[in-house]
């Protein structure tokens, strides 16, 4: 499965790469997929699968009045669209951590607790907290 790496600067590389490299090999009950290129900076995991991205850019429709939802210490931010559409893929970006990562769920994968939850220590154990969910 092909996974675009966003161009980033060598430190955010590194940091992203320590942090896929401490992903779970199950993910939400999910088991882990070959992503291509092989030095990319995410992951996956199922079939539809769950896609991790890390070092992504500010999402459209974020600002500094969107929701934040915090799982374990981590704030992610979904848009709005798809929190009402009950069936909807979710592409969820964490807030307050540097550098953002980005994680798709296909909408029968549906909700997202158990993998926010076990993406928590990762995202606190290797990405910098700027500032706190509110």
């Known amino acids: 499965m092909s996974i675009g790496s966003p161009d980033v600067p ?11 490299d ?8 999910q088991e882990p997929r070959e992503v291509e290129p092989a030095d990319a900076l995410g992951a996956a995991w199922g079939d539809p699968a769950i896609e ?4 992504v850019g500010t999402p459209e429709g974020l600002t500094k009045f969107s929701e934040c ?3 374990n210490g981590v704030g992610w931010y979904v848009p709005e669209e798809q929190v009402a559409d009950g069936s909807a893929d979710l592409t969820l970006t964490t807030i307050g951590f540097e550098p953002a ?7 029968e994968l549906r909700p997202p607790n158990d993998a926010l939850v076990q ?10 907290q700027v500032e706190h969910c509110v």
């Open 10 to 20: 060598d430190a955010v590389r590194t940091v992203c790469r320590d942090l896929v």
């Open 22 to 29: 401490a992903l779970p090999d199950e993910l939400a009950g």
């Open 52 to 55: 991790l991205r890390c070092g």
């Open 69 to 71: 939802q915090e799982i």
């Open 101 to 107: 990562v980005e994680l798709r769920i296909p909408g």
């Open 119 to 128: 993406l928590a220590a990762p995202v606190k154990n290797y990405l910098e």
